[in-house]
């Protein structure tokens, strides 16, 4: 996922078995993101952030 031009951050929970990406929309989208994960073999569940 680093490879990923625009991720600036990714974060894992394994107890809440959750992964939050951070990424700057200036370089890349939610879709894309969606994408490489779907690619990976996961199943992503977007969701925005509240800041």
Known sequence: MTLVPGVNKIAVSLEKRQTTVSFDDAK?????LTWVIQEAGYRPQPQRSSQ
């Open 28 to 32: 890349t989208h939610a879709e894309i």
